[in-house]
């Protein structure tokens, strides 16, 4: 069975400082890896993937995740934050092959940015 | 371009009482999807759809059910409302082959 772990609940930074969002996975095979953002009262919005090739994707917002295999993490990043990124994170999680077309998903972390 | 429409926003159900989530989506999409999201357990898959006619169950699927009869619409169905399907419901929908879902603004559900 595949599964994901965001371990923070919640995550505080000040605008301006980097920030980071930790992700963990579980999978047979090889992942596909997601990030998807909610704002209030809306619904989710896609951020960025990793499917293969460079760890290293860039999103939107200037967002960026870092695809890690012996760690099986997939943490979000961002250089400077925004009040504005302040929003429920989700992590998600499908298998390359076999895993038909369940995408599971880790019980968010909500980003709290403040001035 | 509406993308995943989902209708009702808001429903206040008395337990045993049924209804219908409906989702709908211009983008002819073959997958569909729907999700329930509760504090602390992110979202869970309750049923999905890999074309019309075709369904299966996702993680959660007791007390509900699902009928895919075309491409555009994909409706969730209580028919005995309970006290633990109170919750917040999404329906998603992707392109077969495609890797990203586009979600609905979600169906928030009481059941009393």
């Known amino acids: 069975a595949q599964s994901v772990a965001q371990p923070e609940d919640q995550v505080n930074v000040a605008e301006g400082n980097p920030l980071t969002v930790k992700c963990t996975y579980s999978?047979?095979?090889?992942?596909?890896l997601f990030w998807y953002v909610q704002y209030p009262n809306r619904g989710l919005q896609f951020l960025l993937k990793?499917?293969?090739?460079?760890?290293l994707v860039k999103g939107s917002y200037g967002f960026e995740a870092e695809f890690n295999k012996s760690q099986t993490s997939f943490h979000l990043k961002k250089p400077s934050a925004l009040v504005s990124d302040s929003a429920l994170y989700f992590c998600a999680v499908r298998a390359f092959t076999g895993g038909g077309n369940k995408l599971t998903f880790g019980t968010g972390t909500q980003l709290k940015v403040e001035l | 371009n509406a993308g995943v429409t989902q209708t009702p926003k808001f429903q206040v159900l008395k337990t045993g009482q049924s209804m219908t989530l409906q989702c709908a989506q211009d983008?002819?999409?073959?997958?569909m999807s729907w999700y329930r999201q509760d504090p602390g357990m992110g979202l869970r898959l309750i049923h999905y759809s890999v074309g019309a006619g075709i369904t299966d169950q996702g993680e959660v699927p007791n007390g509900y059910n699902v009928s895919r009869s075309t491409t555009e619409d994909f409706p969730l169905r209580l028919l005995s409302a309970a006290p633990s399907q109170t919750s917040v419901y999404f329906c998603?929908?992707?392109?077969?082959?495609?890797?990203?879902?586009?979600f609905g603004a979600g169906s928030r559900l009481t059941v009393l």
């Open positions: 999978v047979s095979g090889n992942p596909y």
């Open positions: 983008m002819n999409h073959e997958y």
């Open positions: 998603a929908s992707r392109a077969a082959g495609a890797n990203v879902l586009t």
């Open positions: 990793y499917i293969t090739g460079d760890n």
